[in-house]
């Protein structure tokens, strides 16, 4: 099981430096257009910069948005590295104050706003998962459908129908693969069948 957490919900940090404020938004994301979706909804357009970071498994992403290079999104990336977290996206925005922070205050102030803020936040344990698909009878599907449902960690995403019965997609914890096999088996007399998504 990973070490990583995310967030369970958005959180907002803010404060002023010499004038300038700062507001950091933090929120859990799945995937990339998630990320963007985000950013997108919490960059306000009144603001003079919109910094941003994401981390979704090995995959970043980050934005100076018209400070200088490696002063903003990089050190709120690295708050988000540096608290151990996962598929979590930040926005830090600033209102120019008049006076200039050099290179040396602006990467401590995006880099410190981001930080305050996810300390603050809520979190939970990444759990890696594996796709499947449980194909079972009508007969069967209920009693499937509530056990699968109950199991933690378990996620049944699509319900779709054949001539015979149903086909479920779910997720389920890597570390609980065999167990929802061997269940779904038991469950059924060996009649539902279980397939993992490479």
Same mark, same amino acid.
């Given at each position: 099981?990973?070490?990583?957490? /995310?967030?369970?919900? /958005? +959180? ?12 950091? @938004? ?29 981390? @979704? ?10 400070? #200088? !290079?490696? /002063? +903003? ?8 590295? &540096? ?12 209102? *120019? ?6 290179? !040396? !205050? ?30 079972? +009878?009508? !007969? ?11 199991? #933690? ?7 779709? *129908? ?27 007399? &060996? ?8």
């Amino acid at each position: 099981m990973s070490s990583l957490s /995310t967030l369970v919900a /958005t +959180a907002t940090a803010r404060q002023e430096i010499k004038k300038s404020r700062f507001v950091a @938004i933090a929120g859990p994301v799945s995937e990339e257009s998630a990320a963007k979706a985000f950013i997108a909804a919490n960059s306000d357009q009144t603001a003079n910069h919109n910094c941003w970071a994401w981390r @979704i498994g090995q995959t970043c992403r980050f934005s100076d948005d018209g400070e #200088p !290079g490696g /002063t +903003a999104g990089k050190p709120i990336l690295q708050a988000i590295d &540096g608290q151990s977290l996962d598929r979590t996206a930040v926005v830090v925005t600033r209102w *120019f104050g008049g006076v200039l922070l050099g290179s !040396g !205050g602006l990467i401590r102030a995006y880099g410190g706003t981001a930080a305050m803020c996810l300390r603050e936040a809520e979190r939970v344990p990444v759990v890696d998962t594996v796709a499947a698909t449980v194909t079972c +009878a009508f !007969g069967d599907l209920a009693l499937l459908q509530a056990r699968l449902e109950a199991l #933690p960690g378990a996620n049944v995403s699509v319900q779709s *129908f054949t001539d015979t019965g149903a086909e479920l997609a779910v997720s389920v914890p890597k570390d609980d693969v065999h167990d929802m096999a061997r269940m779904v088996a038991d469950l059924t007399s &060996g009649r539902a069948a279980v397939k993992f998504n490479e």
